[in-house]
């Protein structure tokens, strides 16, 4: 006989998981949820994060639907000012925090097992283990297994790096940082950032406005990377003028383009892309969001380095294969090397609904909480897979400019399916996590004005539809032969 007998066993306490558990709690109120986590507490990767990390997009449309992150204001200062604001690592923990005592545990419908292992199925019953006390328990699932990790989400803490570091030599991964006034006898004199994605760019930030000088920073890059402008990304309530004005450049770039790099070109010209160095072609893509004010402080940074990957460090070089490369005295090197989502995960996909098992991935990219609280709407409010799965393709996660365009295509496609759904267009009408359900909802309710902004956006999707799947469906194939590639490497 099992230890827990539950209807749904979520595996993952982190926003995959708790979204789901949210919106599942309110669409189901008979049902009873088990939630296990290796973490000690609620929040998955974020617990491992970095200090000073925070949200790429404003806090408007992250985390569970019933909870609000940040209180509505504008930020008055720093690189994110006029902007709504962006929860930082200490607030995201403690939102989560708040809604598992608050919320889920006061429900009575909710069992959470932290520090605890997931260790596998036999036909009905799953088996788990205590981290620390290793005790075995058994959990009898009434209904399905709800599989919130698929992604295997990496940060620097818990990576392992791909290159030597020799004895000696100084190395950091940027939750390290601000640890650094302990050594203030004996500060680090120069310091290299490993690394080009968006972990990078918030530790060259982190660095400048720390008062490093910029001459003092070096900076190996070996892809540098598109990113979304905020400013077009701010909470419908306040900007839907230019969600629309988003929307828009998205349909009509995609049609006037021949591939993907062109697509991003175009955008960078209406002001919905940016790059931080604009003679330097980039070649990764992977849905950063960031703000000018972000870019002008890493501009300031011009050591920069494109050899390649680094494939060792000693105390006073840097190796990139055979090409030794020297660097001060009393270096710091910062890892930033850790990949969010590996690379041949992003081309492995499962239906969402098979049977027992739900696999919470991407409906749209890249709005993950979105997926998952969408996901568990799905599973209460339709009867079969059959009707469920059709709803919620598994979204791309491209990885370059060559392959976003089939990103483009499959979120318009997704969210036209969606739209044309009585119950899903209701359940983005009072969704928090979508990012204009609410707020177009409430202006048909009042009948604003605002509503003609819409207008040009429906019109301009029907007339480009047919570029934009012309550029998606041959980006799709281009992204389709490259985890084919990836998979035959693995």
């Known amino acids: 006989m099992a230890d827990i007998t539950t209807d749904y066993l979520i595996v993952g306490a982190g926003a995959v998981g708790l979204a789901f558990a949210d ?11 088990t939630i296990v986590d290796r973490h000690a507490r609620p929040g998955g990767h974020w617990n491992d994060a970095y200090s000073f990390v925070a949200l790429h997009q404003p806090s408007a449309t992250y985390g569970v639907n019933s909870l609000e992150l940040c209180t509505d204001r504008v930020d008055t200062e720093g690189h994110n000012a006029g902007m709504y604001p962006l929860a930082r690592h200490a607030e995201i923990l403690a939102y989560y925090d708040k809604l598992m005592r608050d919320r889920l545990l006061p429900s009575g419908r909710v069992t959470y097992l932290p520090l605890t292992d997931y260790r ?50 100084r190395r950091a991964v940027p939750g390290d940082l601000p640890g650094l006034w302990l050594e203030a006898a004996n500060p680090p004199a120069h310091f290299v950032i490993l690394g080009g994605g968006k972990t990078a760019m918030d530790t060259a930030v982190w660095l400048i406005e720390a008062g490093v000088a910029p001459e003092r920073i070096e900076w190996v890059r070996p892809r540098d990377s598109w990113m979304f402008n905020r400013r077009k990304l701010q909470p419908a309530h306040a900007a839907l003028e230019e969600l629309v004005d988003f929307q828009l450049a998205l349909v009509e770039s995609a049609t006037a383009a021949s591939n993907g790099r062109e697509l991003c070109h175009l955008l960078e010209q209406r002001g919905v892309m940016l790059r931080i160095d604009p003679a330097v072609e980039p070649a990764m893509f992977h849905f950063a969001v960031i703000s000018e004010g972000e870019v002008a402080l890493m501009q300031q ?76 709407f799905l599973e209460v409010n339709f009867k079969t897979d059959e009707d469920r799965n059709p709803l919620c393709t598994p979204a791309p996660l491209t990885d370059c400019p060559d392959t976003y365009p089939y990103a483009v295509m499959a979120n318009l496609l997704s969210g036209a399916m969606l739209s044309a759904n009585p119950k899903t267009e209701s359940f983005n009408a009072r969704s928090r996590l979508h990012p204009t359900g609410p707020e177009i909802a409430r202006l048909k309710a009042t009948r604003s004005p605002r509503l003609a902004a819409l207008a040009p956006v429906a019109e301009a999707i029907r007339a480009n539809l047919p570029g934009v799947i012309k550029l998606g469906m041959a980006a799709k194939a281009l992204h389709e032969a490259g985890m084919n590639s990836a998979g035959n490497r693995a």
């Open 120 to 169: 596998g199925r036999t036909d009905d019953v799953h088996a788990l283990r205590g981290i620390l006390s290793r005790a075995e328990q058994t959990v009898a699932v009434r209904r399905k297994l709800v599989d919130a990790t698929w992604f295997q989400t990496s940060v620097p803490a818990t990576h392992t790096p791909a290159f030597a570091a020799m004895p000696g030599t």
């Open 301 to 376: 940074i011009t050591r920069v380095h494109r050899n390649g990957r680094v494939t060792a460090i000693e105390p006073e070089a840097m190796l990139f294969g055979d090409v030794r490369v020297a660097v001060p005295p009393n270096t710091l090197f910062i890892d930033c090397t850790a990949t969010a989502v590996p690379f041949n995960t992003r081309g492995q996909t499962r239906p969402f609904f098979d049977g027992d098992t739900i696999t919470l991935q991407l409906v749209q990219t890249p709005f993950v909480p979105y997926s998952a609280a969408l996901a568990a």
């Open 23 to 33: 919106t599942l709690i309110d669409e189901d109120p008979d049902c009873h949820i």
